[in-house]
Structures are given as C-alpha cells and as structure tokens.
C-alpha cells in the first residue's frame, strides 16, 4: 500500500540527520522518549529555500536572496525528532513498499503518521508492515505498534 498524502506545502529546504539530541525530545511517531545524548533522526523543513520579504525579493536580480535576513519570511516550517525503533520501523517499510512496486516519493507515512498510516487503517497492512519489522529487526517485536501489527492477524 503506497502513501499517498496531500500536504499543505512543499519544503525547499529538508534536512533530515541521525544525530545526538542535544537536550530530551520525545518521538514523534510514538512519544517514546529520546534521552539527551541518544541518536535519533532529527528533520527539519522550511518552505522557501530564500527568503522571500519585500526587501529581499527586490534584490532577486539574477538569484541573489540574503539568506540570513531579519525578516526571514521562509513560509511554513516544521520540525520533529523520530526514535531510533521507529526509524527501523519506517526503513522495514520502504524496502516492502520498493519490492511491492512503489514509487520511491510515497514509500513513507507522513511524519507523525507512522502509526496512523501504516497500522491503524487495515489490519492485514499492520500484519504486514509488523512482520516486516521484526524480520528484519527482531528486537522490534515489543515495539508498541509492530506487536499490535503482529497480533492484528490470527493464523490458524
Ligand atoms: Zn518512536
Ligand atoms: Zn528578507
């Protein structure tokens, strides 16, 4: 199942590193707790790569924008951190979706839809994606939403 997702805009300008968080974040997929010091994935958006205030587009001459204007009108932003197992959880997923033949962009859920995308609207694709997980990452088994993916479905 692909994810398609309507936006409310596009982002110029994404960033999106594992790093050390410098102080305690929470994930954004699943409120787990990320400790100061833990590596997780920390995404950054902004709509306009330039800054696009009066001033500054009056300088658009041949592509000149000030990128550190005090107006700074970039547009939208958002900001979020992921946890290291939800990360695992959303790399089983675009190896599925790859193989099931999806187009690269709409491999993912939304940021913060991992389980509402991925395991709360079908149960088969919550099996699925929850058997994904754990066989490429076994330690994933106890992660809240791979094992009600896995109990979501009874073989018998
Ligand atoms: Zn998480
Ligand atoms: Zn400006």
Same mark, same amino acid.
């Given at each position: 199942?692909?994810?398609?997702?309507?936006?409310?805009?596009?982002?110029?300008?994404?960033?999106? /590193?594992?790093? @050390?968080?410098?102080?305690? =974040?929470? $994930? #954004? @997929?699943? *409120?787990?707790?990320?400790?100061?010091?833990?590596?997780?994935?920390?995404?950054?958006?902004?709509?306009?790569?330039? $800054?696009? $205030?009066?001033?500054?587009?009056?300088?658009?001459?041949? *592509?000149?924008?000030?990128?550190?204007?005090? /107006? %700074?009108?970039?547009?939208?932003?958002?900001?979020?951190?992921? $946890? %290291?197992?939800?990360?695992?959880?959303?790399? %089983?997923? @675009?190896?599925?979706?790859?193989?099931? *033949?999806?187009?690269?962009?709409?491999? =993912?859920?939304?940021?913060?839809?991992? #389980?509402?995308?991925?395991?709360? =609207?079908? @149960?088969?694709?919550? /099996?699925? #994606?929850?058997?994904? %997980?754990?066989?490429?990452?076994?330690?994933?088994?106890?992660?809240?939403?791979?094992?009600?993916?896995?109990?979501?479905?009874?073989?018998?």
């Amino acid at each position: 199942m692909c994810f398609y997702n309507d936006y409310d805009w596009q982002a110029e300008v994404h960033s999106e /590193n594992d790093v @050390e968080a410098a102080k305690p =974040q929470g $994930c #954004y @997929e699943c *409120g787990a707790a990320i400790s100061q010091g833990t590596i997780a994935r920390h995404i950054i958006q902004r709509q306009y790569q330039d $800054c696009r $205030c009066a001033s500054c587009m009056d300088q658009f001459i041949g *592509g000149f924008f000030v990128d550190n204007c005090p /107006n %700074a009108e970039f547009g939208e932003s958002f900001e979020c951190w992921i $946890c %290291a197992d939800c990360c695992k959880i959303l790399k %089983a997923i @675009e190896v599925l979706e790859e193989k099931e *033949g999806c187009p690269a962009a709409v491999r =993912q859920p939304s940021y913060g839809g991992l #389980y509402e995308e991925a395991f709360a =609207q079908d @149960e088969f694709e919550a /099996n699925k #994606y929850a058997k994904a %997980a754990v066989e490429m990452f076994p330690e994933l088994a106890s992660h809240r939403f791979v094992s009600y993916g896995l109990n979501t479905v009874t073989e018998d």
